[in-house]
């Protein structure tokens, strides 16, 4: 079974950073592009950022480019978001998610979901 | 921001169809795959259609994607109390090199 575990979520300043991980369990991690997806309150989705399975390429929403990072450790089945200078406008519930492969092996993103984790950005 | 457009709400009486629309333009649905997705209140988003029509194994048949020039469409047949939900359209988008999500559909069930 696919699982993903969200954490590292919590309440920090204006300007302030922090360090987002998602703990990838039930498939081979390191054949999958991931992404960050996520919610302010009461809000719609939003894509963050992704990650190809070797991490070769990367990419980007504008609201974040410069000052979030995505990245993974293949050999921790792990995927990370470094959030730096956030803002108020940051905070959200961000969701990582695997891409879906169909039964030809193509690949389609947003498959599967962690549960998420709450970032508040406020003083 | 959102790019693609959705109506805000949808309603209709068990048993009924209902479709949700999703406006976009040629740089995300014009060029690109279509997604949909369920969100039930209080959880994570759900897969619900990809490549525009394709249903992943353990969505019911009562859920149809379908794409048209910059524009596609999620119909839900036969309404069930427990597809009330928001529903989200989601493709890449050539322009901007990254992933663009609809505003947003609230599903009721009357």
């Known amino acids: 079974e696919v699982q993903l575990v969200e954490s590292g979520g919590g309440l920090v300043q204006p300007g302030g950073s922090l360090r987002l991980s998602c703990a990838a369990s039930?498939?081979?991690?390191?054949?999958?592009?991931m992404n960050w997806v996520r919610q302010a309150p009461g809000k719609g989705l939003e894509w963050v950022s992704y990650?190809?399975?070797?991490?070769?390429?990367?990419y980007y929403a504008d609201s974040v480019k410069g000052r979030f990072t995505i990245s993974r450790d293949n050999a921790k089945n792990s995927l990370y978001l470094q959030m730096n200078s956030l803002r108020d406008e940051d905070t959200a519930v961000y969701y990582c998610?695997?891409?879906?492969?169909?039964?030809?092996?193509?690949?389609?993103?947003?498959?599967?979901w962690g549960q998420g984790t709450l970032v508040t950005v406020s003083s | 921001q959102s790019v693609l457009t959705q109506p805000p709400s949808a309603s209709g009486t068990p048993g009924q169809r209902v479709t949700i629309s999703c406006s976009g333009s040629?740089?995300?649905?014009?060029?690109?795959?279509v997604y949909w997705y369920q969100q039930l209140p209080g959880t994570a988003p759900k897969f619900l259609i990809y490549r525009n029509n394709q249903r992943p194994s353990g969505v019911p048949d009562r859920f149809s994607g379908s794409k048209s020039g910059t524009s596609a469409s999620l119909a839900i047949s036969g309404l069930r109390s427990e597809d009330e939900a928001d529903y989200y359209c989601?493709?890449?988008?050539?322009?901007?090199?990254?992933?663009?999500f609809g505003t947003g559909t609230k599903v009721t069930v009357l």
């Open positions: 040629s740089s995300n649905i014009g060029s690109n795959y």
């Open positions: 989601a493709a890449w988008d050539d322009s901007l090199s990254g992933y663009v």
């Open positions: 998610a695997r891409d879906f492969e169909d039964n030809s092996g193509y690949h389609f993103p947003f498959g599967y």
């Open positions: 039930g498939f081979t991690f390191s054949n999958y592009a």
């Open positions: 990650i190809s399975s070797s991490s070769s390429t990367l």
